[in-house]
């Protein structure tokens, strides 16, 4: 773990663990504006999709393709962000697709052990060439359903998934394997820290039983070499026009754009593919 950018040590740890936590990617600030824009903002409260869990709990999730002229649009534009992901991934990169993710105290639902590349491999993807950041907005927490992820579970390849709730997850009988041999990682975070994880990691999440609640930004990220070979419900590569870090703060708390467009529930071919949204 560590604070500030991206240098070859997080490089060589995020190959050899499949993530990397960043202490303080969003200063203080930022992560306030960030979190005020996301609590007020209409858009996201319509566009809202409520992903259940296996035990019938709900987390909040919006989800949109295109970053816009908006502050979620300034963070994953940022230098800061995209030139560490290009770092990670060796490769240029381009917005795969954000979302907020809010897990609600004591309703908030889990996410099964899952890949992201579990399901982003329906979508084209030759290659687990993609990488995510989680930033959270809140403080992250075990009680309150804090990300968690196998060490060096990336490695293992893609695995097969299955629908539990309205949810995919992967194969348990491999997933308990792994976890005999593998470090489990509790990745708690104060509000502007942030993780970046590989599309091949394994990771979960347990119910916010606290009475706290979990926001975090998630952005996305697929490499120009990776581009899909087919259409799905997410952009084939689309140049990533880059920002400064000034522009976070320059946008304030500037919620989403009018015509933003979101992705719903009915247009998410995943879940017909017997494939979900996540995180």
């Given at each position: 773990m560590t604070t500030g950018r991206i240098g070859d040590l997080q490089v060589k740890a995020f190959q050899q663990d499949g993530f990397v936590v960043i202490r303080g990617l969003l200063d203080a600030e930022e992560t306030l504006l960030t979190l005020t824009a996301a609590r007020q903002?209409?858009?996201?409260?319509?566009?809202?999709?409520?992903?259940?869990?296996?035990?019938?709990?709900?987390?909040?999730?919006?989800?949109w393709n295109h970053p816009g002229d908006d502050i979620y649009g300034a963070i994953c534009r940022s230098r800061r962000v995209v030139d560490s992901m290009e770092k990670l991934l060796g490769d240029e990169v381009y917005h795969y697709h954000s979302k907020l993710s809010a897990k609600q105290p004591k309703v908030g639902g889990a996410w099964e052990w899952h890949q992201d590349y579990g399901y982003w491999y329906q979508n084209g993807c030759l290659f687990p060439d993609l990488a995510s950041v989680f930033i959270a907005l809140d403080p992250a927490t075990r009680e309150n359903g804090c990300l968690q992820l196998l060490k060096g579970s990336h490695r293992m390849g893609r695995i097969d998934h299955g629908r539990f709730g309205s949810q995919t997850?992967?194969?348990?009988?491999?997933?308990?394997a792994a976890m005999k041999r593998m470090e489990l990682v509790y990745c708690e975070m104060e509000p502007g820290d942030a993780v970046f994880f590989h599309a091949n990691t394994l990771h979960s999440s347990d119910p916010n039983v606290s009475e706290s609640p979990r926001w975090g930004l998630i952005?996305?990220?697929?490499?120009?070499?990776?581009?899909?070979y087919k259409e799905s419900h997410h952009p084939n590569y689309t140049p990533l026009f880059k920002l400064d870090d000034s522009s976070i703060q320059a946008m304030g708390a500037r919620g989403s754009e009018t015509g933003k467009s979101f992705l719903e529930a009915k247009r998410d071919k995943t879940q017909s593919a017997n494939e979900a949204i996540h995180l």
């Open positions: 903002d209409e858009a996201i409260r319509e566009h809202t999709m409520q992903v259940i869990d296996s035990k019938g709990r709900s987390t909040n999730l919006s989800l997850g992967a194969d348990p009988e491999r997933v308990e952005c996305c990220y697929n490499t120009r070499s990776n581009d899909p």
